[in-house]
């Protein structure tokens, strides 16, 4: 769960509503960010609002889950550059 704070500019009795969620100037506000998670990111690239207890963005992927491009090889053989193109057996054709 983050807690969000609303920095407020000026007037301490100035509130703003976002998502519903009610913020006062200075008073946290707890929000389940894996049910309001555009919210808490939203509030947390905001200089006007401090959020604790929030790890942030999306997770990293896992990089043994998901090879970089590079390193995974072709499944099927690709013509190099002016070598020609050898027919794939398409339907219809013998």
Same mark, same amino acid.
């Given at each position: 769960?983050?807690? @969000? ?6 007037? *301490? ?15 946290? @506000? ?11 990111? /939203? ?34 053989? @690709? ?6 193109? /050898? *027919? ?7």
């Amino acid at each position: 769960m983050a807690s @969000v704070t609303w920095i407020g500019e000026g007037d *301490p009795k100035a509130e703003v509503t976002m998502r519903g969620k009610t913020f006062k100037a200075g008073e946290a @506000v707890d929000i389940d960010e894996k049910q309001y998670p555009d919210l808490v990111e /939203k509030c947390s690239s905001n200089p006007m609002f401090k959020v604790e207890g929030y790890g942030g963005g999306t997770p990293e992927s896992d990089p043994e889950l998901h090879p970089a491009p590079s390193t995974v090889s072709a499944q099927y053989p @690709v013509p190099k550059p002016g070598e020609p193109v /050898k *027919p794939t057996g398409a339907k219809g054709s013998k």
